[in-house]
């Protein structure tokens, strides 16, 4: 959204806005349209919303070649046929400093590894996998407590002031790209659900970035001994105290969950019980008890 209101108050012409098909969503499942596609409304744009790209001559006004394609966070691989349509080529906004982190999800994989900077590649499309040339980087720190949802809505305001920067000299085929270099790259494959289970076998820290990567989704998981299942979504990292089995709580206050791991304790502050609302460990501790019970795997 951020990159779409940059590109009209650049005062360029956007003859056509591809936006994923509406998809169910909440509780009752409604169809339920992209905040794109609702922001692309209410400018009055011209939208498409094509389950697949692999025959994009069927796309509204395909006959009119464009001079850019911008894309950003778009779900879809371009066919060839689609790189070749606009005059200048497509570019995309990727969230992160390529070649680092090339894939489907370079912000959460940039929390889990514990990086301290990421950004904003402007990078001309190819037929690789993120592996385009870069026309222009825009850095930003990753701070401690940042968490995933956190750093997509700075990189999403960042992606715009990037776009907006390198979009003159874009158009006016004066920029030159950068080509990556191929052997510093990483990749950023797709979260999956199963991700989200805490193993306190891991180190506190590691168990830290986890509930940071994944908040707000999938959330990560833990599971007691009894069967229960907490959501966490918020936890600290605290030093290494007296040494526990992992998976054991070594103390539960107001102040948070502390929980043994492979190295250090992890502290849960924000949890969520099955069918419940998030709420903070001392709210959680009001109406349940802990005792007797220990995290597992």
């Given at each position: ?113 514990g990086d301290t900077t990421t950004g904003i590649s402007v990078m001309q499309m190819d037929l690789g996998l993120d592996t385009g040339a870069v026309h222009l980087v825009r850095s930003m720190p990753i701070g401690r407590e940042d968490t995933a949802g956190a750093l997509h809505d700075r990189l999403a305001a960042l992606a ?138």
């Amino acid at each position: 959204m951020p990159s779409l209101r940059a590109l009209v108050a650049s005062g360029v012409k956007i003859p056509l806005v591809l936006t994923q098909p509406d998809r169910p969503a909440g509780r009752g499942r409604k169809l339920t349209a992209s905040a794109v596609k609702e922001l692309a409304l209410t400018l009055g744009l011209r939208i498409a919303q094509p389950a697949s790209l692999r025959e994009p001559a069927r796309l509204p006004g395909f006959n009119e070649r464009p001079d850019l394609l911008v894309v950003i966070a778009y779900g879809l691989l371009l066919p060839p046929a689609l790189l070749d349509w606009p005059r200048l080529g497509c570019i995309n906004l990727h969230a992160s400093i390529l070649p680092r982190w090339r894939g489907a999800a370079p912000i959460q994989r940039a929390v889990l590894a514990g990086d301290t900077t990421t950004g904003i590649s402007v990078m001309q499309m190819d037929l690789g996998l993120d592996t385009g040339a870069v026309h222009l980087v825009r850095s930003m720190p990753i701070g401690r407590e940042d968490t995933a949802g956190a750093l997509h809505d700075r990189l999403a305001a960042l992606a715009a002031e990037a776009l907006s920067v390198a979009l003159p000299d874009l158009l006016a085929g004066r920029s030159v790209a950068t080509p990556q270099r191929g052997e510093l790259a990483t990749v950023a494959p797709k979260i999956v659900k199963a991700e989200a289970a805490l193993d306190w076998h891991s180190s506190a820290v590691e168990l830290e970035r986890k509930v940071r990567a994944f908040n707000p989704w999938p959330v990560a998981e833990a599971k007691l001994s009894d069967g229960r299942r907490l959501r966490v979504w918020q936890a600290a990292a605290l030093e290494p105290g007296p040494r526990s089995a992992a998976g054991h709580i070594v103390a539960a206050s107001k102040a948070g969950i502390d929980v043994a791991a492979g190295a250090g304790i992890l502290r849960l502050q924000r949890v969520q019980p099955p069918s419940g609302r998030v709420m903070d460990v001392e709210a959680y501790l009001a109406a349940h008890s802990l005792d007797g019970a220990v995290f597992v795997a």
